[in-house]
């Protein structure tokens, strides 16, 4: 083994911690197409994104100038309850791929809710009880972002209605029933309580739900109940705004050793972990100031960006949200249910994809039991049982440092492991049995997603 | 809320990780009276005890003079992995609970087998590797254990073979699924696969199971293959000697801040995790250097300290290993399957056990539904969904912080927050639905018990 000069894991000091977010937004080489309303086709209004969104969280979407944006007291306390998240080099997965790179991942799962996402929970519930509302709804795929908004509405004390998509609610009673614990009240979607999912219930009877159509239904609740809002778990530029605290956390530890990422990988749902790992050496790369690659992960499943049409759609299946320009594969794709895990959205965050576009950001998708195989390898020396979404990062860094091996380059790696998969014991059963299968859509299917992309402009 | 001087978290640094285990039996008042071949009924030898545990723990499990026991480099190594754990001032606890009284506590649950478990855990299977074992055995009740082993067993390359108590398999088939996933084998028990097991479903065939027959049946089965061995997570001394890592952390930090405890508490099953946190508490106490209380909290459903003889009992229902004296309630008794969660031993540390009865211990013993009342409470807002287990502290305390509201004493409490509850919410789902049920057994039921502890001397 390596000598350990650099600690196994590092966490800054309460006092060290980031008390700005880091706005990308401020240093994008041009300023990502704004949002349409889907009815005028014109630009949104911050009054219209007000209807639906919390204020503070509007204004923060709308920024594109100033270049860090304090984070509250009242969130930097709540923070303290699971952050600093620590930086680990991964000197037993070095060890164990052989390879003469460094590899370093910064560990966001060390919380109740599992992952990341609670870094935007807290501040969007935070910025909620602000404004006065006694309550928020939202959806949430594989559990974790319900989970997490479940866990700061109880801090900030609001009501919070969770739609979950059904399959995933089905096969994760337990994620629900965290949840619940915590408070909020779960409600399978489809359901019957809104028009969106009455209107998808009676074409697909027996669909298992979908991200998009969950969306649908907790914007028509969050719209019609006086005093309530909506709250997204990623894709949005406000919600990467508080995921950089990950990205900031991450350099204030490296570079106090000296150490600068040359490639930096995280896997892409809706891309706000990875756009939050990024983003201040994002920033870096787009002044010239450094030559980092930046490769995000995907499931061969839901290859939004490597094989998705850059352009505007719908942020949801029932195109009550407004149209968005990014990577998609039509806001009507859905890949079957059992794939994919957290990262089956349709779409992308604006900035990644753009960053995509502009060909700063290189893009991968994965097959799951390629991903699966890289979890288990990395568990046994890890010691973490990590996320399925995770996993796919893994996979595509034991890729990198293979390479290295073969190469002789000691390429500095940095990867975000977002969060653990206690939770996903049913999928991880699939893989131990043998019976989890890959899925890739066909030209075909993919066609059939992208007649659901409106035809703008 | 307070000013928050102290920070919420405190980790050490790596470099200030301890490197011994603290040994509290060199510090004891008198020896505990040693262990009782079941057969002879004289002191069990180290070649006894090595044909059934590694050489390297009867050697620590015998020594009564060593007040230091290094923490080899090989176990230091894998503690990095998920060691340091934080030491947190509860302070969103404190406003809660309005209460004038400083709350710390200890979180061993930041690890993917969610407890504490997995200090001894590491450090048995490395001292399996050491010996030249292939395999080892062992039992494991709510499934922490199994988990924590099963990691260690991976990141050493040992085979592992897990008898987990039949309820708590059907229960929990995530745990199960988290242990196989580290490449454990897992048997419910009791199994078809041993004497023990076979012995027991022919008396009581409907048997949830219980962990005295876990053990036994791990017992039998580690003496019969050769080159391997049994490993226990609890009860001997070798395992609270492991465990003691969770205190000298604890002291280091709080030393650094100049905080010491009025009063520690703990959960207690077979006691080594409270034995942990204690020890270099104790050890002051026992040399007239403080005045610390300290607190034992069991389930009222398993009072083994509270309601339990002090006696010579076996450590397993079947009645095959050694006689330890201990409290007990008999090594026949076992609590319904759905109470008591990984608090469900019979019998009790003979370290604590000794404390407990020369009056340097209190004991509490607090009803299941006051417990997970007190888990809600705590998870809204300090965040951490603890174990239930771990809850029993947390009730505890509760008490004793609302004391010191009427009382207005600033009195410093540090309990040990030993896991997670990830893997526990088919109870928390009994809990929310209102239908958990208090269990607390009959002295006719506790006289059945104790009809089944020896009659020795």
Redesign the interface.
């Given at each position: 083994?390596k000598d350990?000069k650099i600690?196994?894991?590092t966490?800054l000091?309460?006092?060290e911690m980031p008390k700005y977010w880091f706005n990308l937004n401020a240093f994008m080489p041009g300023k990502h197409p704004p949002f349409l309303n889907g009815v005028t086709g014109k630009p949104c209004t911050a009054e219209e994104l007000e209807k639906v969104f919390c204020k503070e969280c509007v204004k923060q979407e709308l920024n594109f100038t100033d270049k860090e944006i304090e984070i509250p007291k009242g969130i930097r306390?709540?923070y303290?309850?699971?952050r600093p998240s620590p930086i680990v080099r991964a000197y037993?997965l070095e060890k164990f791929l052989d390879t003469p790179a460094e590899i370093y991942y910064k560990f966001e799962g060390?919380?109740?809710s599992?992952s990341h996402k609670l870094n935007s929970a807290s501040a969007q519930a935070y910025y909620a009880k602000e404004q006065g509302l006694k309550f928020i709804t939202t959806e949430t795929g594989a559990g974790q972002w319900g989970t997490a908004l479940s866990?700061a509405a109880?801090?900030y004390g609001l009501g919070l209605e969770v739609f979950m998509v059904k399959a995933s609610a089905e096969q994760k009673?337990?994620r629900k029933?965290?949840i619940?614990?915590?408070?909020a009240n779960v409600v399978p979607s489809p359901s019957e309580t809104t028009e969106a999912g009455r209107k998808i219930l009676k074409e697909f009877p027996d669909t298992g739900g979908s991200l998009g159509c969950a969306i649908a239904e907790a914007v028509e609740k969050a719209v019609k109940i006086p005093g309530c809002r909506y709250v997204l778990g990623s894709v949005l530029d406000h919600v990467l705004l508080h995921q950089t605290v990950i990205g900031l956390e991450s350099k204030a530890v490296l570079d106090g050793y000296g150490v600068y990422p040359d490639l930096i990988v995280g896997c892409m749902g809706g891309g706000s972990n990875f756009g939050g790992l990024i983003a201040p050496y994002m920033a870096d790369r787009l002044q010239g100031k450094c030559k980092t690659e930046f490769l995000g992960v995907e499931p061969a499943s839901c290859p939004s960006v490597s094989r998705g049409k850059y352009a505007y759609d719908y942020c949801d299946s029932a195109k009550i949200t407004p149209l968005a320009k990014m990577y998609t594969l039509g806001c009507g794709f859905m890949p079957p249910s059992e794939h994919a895990g957290g990262l089956r959205y349709h779409g992308m965050s604006p900035i990644i994809s753009k960053l995509c576009n502009d060909g700063y950001i290189g893009v991968k998708a994965v097959k799951q039991t390629s991903v699966f195989k890289a979890a288990?390898d990395f568990?046994?020396?890890?010691?973490?049982?990590p996320a399925p979404e995770s996993a796919h990062a893994i996979k595509a860094v034991a890729d990198a440092a293979i390479e290295c091996r073969e190469t002789g380059e000691k390429k500095v790696i940095l990867f975000g492991l977002t969060g653990?998969g206690?939770?996903d014991?049913?999928a991880?059963?699939q893989y131990?049995d043998g019976v989890m299968k890959d899925y890739v859509p066909t030209d075909k299917e993919l066609e059939k997603g992208f007649s659901t992309i409106p035809r703008i402009r």
């Open positions: 083994m350990m600690p196994y894991k966490y000091t309460e006092s306390d709540f303290r309850t699971f037993f060390n919380n109740t599992g866990m109880a801090f009673p337990y029933e965290v619940r614990t915590y408070g288990l568990a046994k020396c890890e010691g973490i049982l653990t206690y939770f014991l049913a991880y059963k131990n």
